[in-house]
């Protein structure tokens, strides 16, 4: 069975989408950040340029680039820079 990865987009990423919630295949064995991150830029071209400088969180805990592995059940949040007062 195929298990889903849910990728939470905010700010200009979830404008680029036009979505705040997305569910991604993960496969049996999961799927590489960077994997999923280069699969949602080609589905999302509006998204690439964002992704060159967001910050990702597994599960709640930031990561250190595109690094790391996410298995089905697994949530990645995409922040990208935020700006305001």
Do not use: K, Q, W
């Amino acid at each position: 069975m195929v298990g889903t990865v849910v990728v939470r987009l905010y700010a200009t990423a979830r404008e680029a989408v036009g979505n705040a919630r997305l569910e991604r295949p993960a496969g049996p064995h999961g799927v590489s950040v960077g994997g999923l991150l280069d699969a949602l830029s080609h589905d999302y071209p509006a998204l690439a340029p964002i992704l060159r400088h967001a910050r990702f969180a597994r599960n709640g805990s930031y990561l250190r680039g595109r690094s790391g592995r996410l298995r089905p059940g697994d949530e990645l949040a995409i922040h990208p820079p935020y700006s305001g007062g």
